[in-house]
């Protein structure tokens, strides 16, 4: 699994590794471009039958968890922010227009 070159360049990154699933990149550049999100860290993939893709979110104090299904795995990431729902909806509009 790959991603964009320089995808997670930047202070807002957090974590030891550095896969992001193909279908989990335009919801995280659309939170590296969001200016209420102040950390990303990429969590752990899983793999899944096929299926399709979508985008789920579930709040957390000062985070979001944010999971994105692809077509053949399941990565959560977590977003740490203090204006959740400003986040969900910028980020739920970037996904719809892919």
């Not at 995280?28 to 893709?53: D, F, N, Q, R, Y």
């Amino acid at each position: 699994m790959a991603h964009a070159k320089g995808l997670l360049k930047g202070n807002k990154f957090n974590g030891r590794h550095s896969t992001v699933i193909p279908s989990a990149i335009p919801a995280v550049e659309a939170a590296k471009a969001c200016v209420h999100v102040t950390k990303i860290a990429l969590g752990i993939i899983t793999p899944t039958k096929v299926s399709e893709e979508r985008l789920k979110f579930t709040k957390a104090s000062g985070a979001l968890k944010m999971q994105v299904r692809g077509t053949h795995a399941v990565q959560i990431f977590w977003l740490y922010t203090n204006r959740p729902d400003e986040v969900i909806d910028e980020l739920m509009a970037k996904w719809d227009e892919r």
